[in-house]
């Protein structure tokens, strides 16, 4: 009886660590990584959507993306913000200034520059389901409870292009990205994540650096 109760101990174990680290969820995750680790730099559009049905709200917006390394440039909600890898400027063309601030990488733990790198530090995987289509749907945990958020949810095609991600946080709000438009970029000049004060005199610049 006791080897019994051993055995299914050891098979709970066993089956809870493979939904924690999925090596299927795993392949997939490095697949799409690998895929976007081999493009030099990129632009997409997306759809951002925040949800929480407990209070009733339920937003949209769109924007727009490049990315190079870890450089940016965000438009979205009529403002554009442009991250060189050091600093960032934040231009509202209504008010017709800018703000300058040093960039943080710890920040914005969770953006579109990072989000398909993730997976690799601190987080536990696992393939939930996949469709006909060849959509594959992938669950993240956090291992650190004290995250602001306890899951990421992200579908992934047949081609290992991410569709979209899923952000659950802890206060009931769902953030729900959808990708599309994707493009590769080439000969992208680094200077053009940075605003430029040259062209726009008449912008006020607020540097909180």
């Known amino acids: ?29 490095n697949a799409m990584s690998s895929k976007y680790k081999k493009i030099s730099a990129f632009s997409a559009d997306f759809e951002q959507r925040l949800e929480n049905k407990e209070v ?8 727009n993306i490049t990315v ?27 008010f017709a200034e800018v703000t300058v601030t040093t960039y943080d990488p710890e920040e914005q733990e969770i953006n579109m520059g990072n989000i398909y790198d993730l997976y690799k530090d601190g987080f536990k995987y696992n393939l939930v389901k996949s469709n006909n289509r060849g959509d594959r749907f992938i669950e993240l945990d956090p291992e650190d409870k004290n995250k602001t958020y306890f899951k990421i949810k992200m579908t992934i095609d047949s081609s290992d292009a991410l569709k979209e991600f899923t952000v659950l946080d802890k206060t009931g709000n769902t953030y729900i990205y959808t990708i599309s438009n994707f493009k590769e ?7 053009k994540f940075t605003f ?7 912008v006020e610049i607020i540097d909180f650096r």
């Not at 970029?185 to 200077?191: K, V």
């Open 1 to 29: 009886m006791k080897k019994s109760l051993y055995a299914l101990c050891a098979l709970l174990i066993s089956l809870s660590a493979s939904a924690q680290y999925d090596a299927d969820a795993l392949a997939v995750l």
């Open 56 to 63: 009733g709200l339920n937003e949209k917006f769109e924007g």
């Open 68 to 94: 190079k390394g870890d450089k940016y440039i965000l438009k979205v909600s009529g403002q554009e913000i442009y991250n060189d890898g050091t600093n960032v400027w934040s231009y509202n063309p209504e």
């Open 185 to 191: 970029m080439s000969n992208l000049n680094d200077a």
């Open 196 to 202: 430029d004060a040259n062209s726009n005199p008449d």
